[in-house]
C-alpha cells in the first residue's frame, strides 16, 4: 500500500503497516479536534500531520498576512518535535548507539506520519543523514 503526502512524494510500506501508521495519524489528528477548539486544532493537525482543515476564511487570512509556510509541514517541525520528544523522553541519556536507533526510528515515524510530504521526506534524509554521522 502507498501512504501519500503530496503529489511528489510517496512511501511504500507493507499493507499491515501501512495500516497502523493511518490509524496513527488518525487518532493523533482526532485527540487533537477533540481537545482543542477548532482554530487552535487546525494550526496542530496542520503542523504536526500536514492536515489541511482550516476554513476558508482562516487559510485566507494565514495567506494575506504571510504565514502559509508556517502552517505548512516542513522541515523546522521536524526538528522542533524531535528536540521536544529527546527532552521530555531522556533519551539524549541512551548510549550513543541506541540513542541513533531511537532518533532514526522517530525520524521515520515523523515522516510517515505526516503523510510522507516532499519536505518532511527532505528533512528526514538530513535528519537522518545527520545522526549516521554521529557513529561514524
Not at 40 to 53: K, V
Not at 69 to 81: D, P
Not at 107 to 116: K, P, Q, R
Request: charged share 20%; proline share 1%.
Amino acid at each position: 500500500a502507498w501512504i501519500v503526502g503530496d503529489d511528489t512524494a510517496r512511501v511504500f510500506l507493507e499493507a499491515e503497516e501501512s495500516a497502523t501508521v493511518l490509524r496513527w495519524r488518525a487518532w493523533g489528528v482526532e485527540r487533537l479536534k477533540q481537545s482543542l477548539p477548532t482554530r487552535e486544532a487546525s494550526l496542530a493537525t496542520a503542523l504536526l500531520y500536514g492536515e489541511n482543515t482550516f476554513s476558508s476564511k482562516d487559510k485566507r487570512l494565514i495567506r494575506d498576512i504571510g504565514l502559509s509556510h508556517i502552517a505548512a509541514v516542513s522541515g523546522s517541525n521536524l526538528s522542533f518535535l524531535l528536540l521536544f520528544l529527546f527532552t521530555v523522553s531522556g533519551w539524549k541519556k541512551l548510549p550513543l548507539r541506541w540513542g541513533v536507533w531511537v532518533r532514526q526510528g522517530l525520524i521515520l515515524l515523523c515522516v510517515v506520519g505526516t503523510g510522507a510530504a516532499s519536505s518532511m521526506v527532505r528533512a528526514g534524509v538530513m535528519a537522518s543523514r545527520s545522526e549516521e554521522r554521529r557513529v561514524g
